[in-house]
């Protein structure tokens, strides 16, 4: 696939190492080609940067990994995103975020075109995205949206990644509810001392 990828922190660099690694093609998109974070990222020969709009309109999937606050402005940022599918990775985090919004995937869908934005590598630390595996096991990822496309494309590039299964939660009326599973997660590592290297793996009997 052709990635876009806004945001070139942890999370951002993280699943841009992790795809580009696995043959697809990464477009980071940045306010300031020549000065941004992740400049290593360029080592990959798969990995180019560009303005936002840039790597947008080359890119089928878009990710947003910045602040949760910018959320409205970044979606503002993109262009045309006519066809694309937009991924988002922010979480709304003790009230930090879009204003007039519940979550940051409602705020995306005020300000693009495309409704095929679905919430998805939110709801872990970016040192499981940088390793997904505890001891052989392989950890999961969960995916919310109305966008069936959306979703398929979630599920393919969470495997790229190196996640186990990437389990949907539902559509559009889920996305709060998986920014509060994000939020349990840094309540359990964070604010209860458990520590970045926990993470989540549905089991079935």
């Known amino acids: 696939m052709n990635i876009a990828i806004i945001g070139t922190g942890n999370v951002g660099g993280a699943l841009a190492t ?6 697809h093609r ?7 080609v020549e000065q941004f974070i992740g400049k290593a990222l360029l080592s990959n020969p798969n990995t180019t940067v560009h ?15 910045t602040p949760a606050t910018a959320a409205a402005a970044v979606a503002q940022s993109l262009g045309d995103t006519s066809g694309k599918i937009i991924m988002d990775a922010m979480n709304v985090v003790m ?3 879009p204003q007039g919004f519940a979550n940051t995937s409602e705020a995306i869908l ?11 590598f939110n709801s872990t630390g970016y040192n499981n995205m940088v390793n997904t595996l505890y001891g052989t096991t392989a950890i999961d990822m969960f995916v919310a949206g ?21 389990y949907s939660i539902g559509g559009n009326d889920k996305f709060t509810l998986l920014e509060q599973f994000a939020f349990f997660w840094i309540n359990l590592a964070m604010m209860q001392g458990q520590g970045r290297d926990i993470a989540f793996k ?4």
Do not use: N, P
């Open 95 to 97: 009230g930090r975020g």
């Open 110 to 120: 005020a300000h693009t075109a495309t409704r095929d934005v679905v919430k998805c």
């Open 146 to 166: 109305d966008s069936k496309t959306g979703q398929a494309a979630a599920v393919q590039l969470a495997k790229d990644a190196g996640f186990a299964e990437c």
């Open 26 to 32: 990464i477009f980071l998109g940045v306010k300031d």
């Open 18 to 23: 992790k795809w580009a690694h696995r043959g």
């Open 51 to 65: 303005s936002i709009a840039d790597a947008v309109q080359q890119a089928e999937v878009v990710l947003l990994a």
């Open 202 to 205: 549905l089991l079935k009997r």
